[in-house]
């Protein structure tokens, strides 16, 4: 469990993370998914209880506070800093091989971090985090505020990335048909608790509690018929 300022945020929270797993974090605001987020990246300690990520897990952290930038420093000066390449399952990858895969072309990779736009910036937030070879992502609102394109494309991204490398990822996001196109399982948050998990389609067409249906209820009707991609 967590508290702050005697008010409970997490209570009796049990989960157990996969290897290649995408799971979406659902609930409004107060929940406690961005607490969750920072217990198990270590940010935070729980009062009771223990978080075990085991020994060979590395975290990498996509948060919403983001990472400092230098603005004058050029895209592919700050990723070689962090690292010159990244293993996965299907290999190894070069740096530069990494930014043409995050759509960063030559061009791009030569200009300052302060000409980027909203969304370029946020894809290097990430390419940064995955440089350092996590095999454990947590993803707390990637793609919010970030035009449809944009948003399709970052998506499209992580799955690929899910796919061949095996790195497993906890998602968090408000849009809940983003979750329903990037995640595998989805648990649901209520005031810190854990009221409902399972497959994707089971939770968003089957829903058991009746805050989940809540949830579902609340998602523009033409949008709940979109398909979802593995």
Do not use: W
């Not at 990037?182 to 648990?187: I, N």
């Amino acid at each position: 469990s967590k508290a702050y300022e005697s008010r409970t945020i997490i209570r009796d929270f049990s989960y157990n993370l996969l290897r290649n797993d995408r799971i979406g974090i659902v609930g409004h605001n107060g929940a406690g998914k961005s607490t969750l987020l920072r217990l198990f990246a270590g940010e935070l300690s729980p009062d009771s209880g223990t978080v075990d990520i085991g020994t060979t897990v590395k975290i990498g952290h996509f948060s919403q506070e983001g990472r400092e930038l230098d603005l004058n420093q050029r895209v592919y000066d700050f990723i070689h800093d962090i690292g010159d390449e990244v293993r996965t399952d299907e290999g190894t990858f070069t740096a530069k091989a990494m930014m043409e895969r995050f759509l960063f072309p030559s061009d791009l990779q030569s200009v300052p971090i302060g000409r980027l736009s909203g969304g370029e910036r946020r894809r290097l937030y990430l390419l940064s985090i995955l440089m350092e070879a996590p095999n454990v992502l947590l993803l707390d609102e990637p793609t919010t505020a970030l035009d449809v394109t944009i948003q399709a494309q970052i998506l499209e991204m992580l799955k690929k990335l899910n796919r061949e490398s095996g790195i497993s990822m906890l998602f968090i996001s408000h849009n809940l048909n983003v979750v329903r196109k990037l995640c595998r399982r989805v648990a649901v948050m209520q005031k810190g608790l854990l009221v409902e998990e399972g497959d994707t389609d089971q939770v968003f067409y089957h829903p058991r509690h009746p805050y989940t249906q809540k949830l579902i209820d609340a998602i523009p009707t033409r949008k709940r018929k979109e398909e979802r991609h593995d």
